[in-house]
């Protein structure tokens, strides 16, 4: 089993910043990706930033050049730098880690959501 523990969401205000976490624990082997994605309330859940082995990133449009996302190997760990944030980011945050446990089985885990609102 592969799991994943999210925090930093909150509230904050247009043009704040946050910092989301998600580590991943359990009988991991390897990683290949680590991404966040968001699921805003009436929409589709989307993509906002993934990172690959040999920290290869992308993002959605939307958030670049605003948003950074980061893994520490060692601690299994992603995250995602949230700088200023608009009304529209608010929306659930979920993190997503695709890889291969100690049995060789590939696995992609999700984490259970982190709320991120942006209000004045």
């Known amino acids: 089993q592969v799991y994943l523990v999210e925090s930093g969401g909150g509230l904050v205000q247009p043009g704040g910043s946050l910092r989301l976490s998600c580590v991943a624990s359990?009988?991991?082997?390897?990683?290949?990706?680590m991404g966040w994605y968001r699921q805003a309330p009436g929409k589709q859940r989307e993509l906002v930033a993934k990172?690959?082995?040999?920290?290869?990133?992308n993002y959605v449009d939307s958030v670049k050049g605003r948003f950074t996302i980061s893994r520490d190997n060692a601690k299994n760990t992603v995250y995602l730098q949230m700088n200023s944030l608009k009304l529209e980011d608010t929306a659930v945050y979920y993190c997503?880690?695709?890889?291969?446990?100690?049995?060789?089985?590939?696995?992609?885990?999700w984490g259970q959501g982190t709320q991120v609102t942006v209000s004045s």
């Open positions: 359990g009988s991991i082997f390897s990683i290949n990706a």
């Open positions: 997503n880690v695709v890889g291969s446990m100690l049995t060789r089985t590939r696995f992609d885990s």
């Open positions: 990172i690959i082995s040999g920290g290869i990133t």
